[in-house]
């Protein structure tokens, strides 16, 4: 039993098992290039590198870099429950990091959220300032730091 499910796994066969057809394979995979170019070329607006969007994980880490997080706080996405109010948390610091800061883009980014990061990267007019997790931070006496602007 269990030698004819690898046998499928590694086979067009799959797809009958499942009763999907090899267009519907076709357009997953399609879609999932597509997000590895985004990420790709997201990753290297933020000055990382491109590679890392390819490794589960370690994709992770290095968007918690380019919004100038710890690398720890990755972790977060392991508890269930807040795992989810964290995606959504980190996907609108990641939107903010491309100065994305209007409502409409808060909705597009919470809505569409794979697609809009998708964009974030190929799109050619759209340029990193920066991390903004450290900007955000709140000091040690509980107010958010403040800089005296001339």
Not at 71 to 93: D, H, M, R, T, V
Not at 106 to 111: S, V
Not at 114 to 131: A, K, T
Request: contains cysteine; hydrophobic residues 45%; glycine residues 8%.
């Amino acid at each position: 039993m269990l030698s004819s499910w690898l046998r499928n796994l590694f086979t067009m066969e799959l797809f009958d098992t499942f009763e999907l057809d090899s267009g519907f394979g076709l357009v997953c995979l399609f879609i999932a290039l597509v997000g590895l170019a985004g990420n790709w070329r997201l990753f290297e607006k933020c000055n990382q590198p491109g590679w890392a969007a390819l490794l589960p994980g370690f994709n992770v880490v290095v968007t918690m870099r380019v919004l100038g997080r710890p690398s720890k706080n990755a972790l977060y996405f392991l508890i269930p429950g807040y795992n989810l109010y964290f995606y959504f948390k980190i996907i609108l610091e990641l939107a903010r990091t491309f100065d994305k800061r209007s409502r409409v883009d808060i909705i597009l980014a919470c809505l569409f959220n794979i697609f809009y990061i998708v964009n974030l990267g190929l799109s050619e007019e759209e340029d990193y300032s920066g991390p903004i997790y450290s900007s955000e931070r709140p000091s040690a006496k509980g107010g958010h730091r403040m800089t005296a602007v001339a």
